[in-house]
């Protein structure tokens, strides 16, 4: 059966118009959500999402569907992050940064080889950070991820919130396909609320080791991570604060197996 073109035409058109609605929709939440708030600017929010460079991420849709926390073994997920590049990048990582480290450690009463194993998994020190447009990423789960729209379009607000305040380009910061974004892979809400100026020079910075490893330690802190606590058994109470920075058993696992290793590489092989 042929389509004629008036019928063609109709189906492009109803397509192009729930798009406009939906993307309305996500508009005004965004200037709700902000609403009361000094920045970002209603003008500022309407002219982001008229940008011609805000759109549907595909890859997006398919590596939710594949999330390796979901769909892999323990054994087949550890295997992506748990080997000897991975290992010895964090005993690098922990020698060329241990007075920053060391530091963060002592003023947090944190275990300094979670830090570095969490960036490891994260970023592999800081090496990966940018797979895809973030705020095409959220965009993405707003419009077509009906059970994350909301936090998606929540974390668009908070995204705005700090290119606005910082003056940077909404399309110019790059991260994971859920929307993370810096050496230590932040949601945008976790960084609005939880980064701290670790160094003091002004800023918040997300590509910066100083403020990362220092907000990695506040975030953990702040999820309970008992005070000098080496207790990492499954369920225990670091354990569980681990957990809360990527919400899965496999991952909350994975990084104390590497902090595990990194460790006994640092302080029993070296």
């Excluded at 949601?187 to 701290?196: A, G, H, T, V």
């Excluded at 999820?223 to 990527?246: E, H, Q």
Aim: net charge positive; glycine share 4%.
């Amino acid at each position: 059966m042929k389509i004629n073109l008036i019928a063609k035409l109709s189906i492009i058109f109803c397509a192009t118009t729930l798009m406009a609605a939906e993307k309305n929709q996500i508009i005004k939440k965004v200037v709700a959500y902000t609403k009361g708030q000094e920045i970002p600017t209603v003008e500022y929010i309407l002219n982001t999402f008229e940008d011609t460079r805000l759109q549907i991420d595909k890859n997006v849709i398919e590596r939710f569907k594949n999330k390796p926390e979901k769909v892999k073994t323990y054994e087949q997920y550890k295997k992506i992050f748990f080997n000897e590049q991975r290992i010895m990048g964090g005993v690098n990582f922990y020698k060329k940064n241990k007075k920053l480290i060391s530091k963060v450690a002592r003023e947090f009463e944190i275990d300094p080889i979670v830090l570095v194993a969490i960036i490891g998994v994260e970023t592999n020190y800081g090496l990966k950070t940018a797979e895809l447009s973030v705020i095409n990423s959220l965009y993405t789960q707003a419009v077509k991820m009906p059970k994350r729209s909301s936090w998606a379009t929540k974390e668009i607000a908070e995204l705005l919130i700090f290119c606005f305040e910082n003056d940077i380009d909404p399309f110019s910061i790059e991260g994971s396909y859920a929307g993370a974004f810096g050496y230590g892979q932040f949601i945008p809400s976790s960084f609005n609320k939880l980064s701290i100026d670790y160094d003091k020079d002004g800023k918040k910075n997300p590509f910066g080791w100083h403020d990362v490893v220092g907000i990695v330690a506040f975030y953990l802190v702040e999820n309970g991570y008992p005070k000098n606590d080496f207790n990492f058994t499954y369920k225990s109470k670091a354990w569980k604060a681990i957990r809360t920075y990527n919400r899965s058993d496999k991952y909350a696992n994975i990084i104390i197996d590497l902090r595990n290793d990194i460790a006994i590489n640092i302080f029993l092989l070296d």
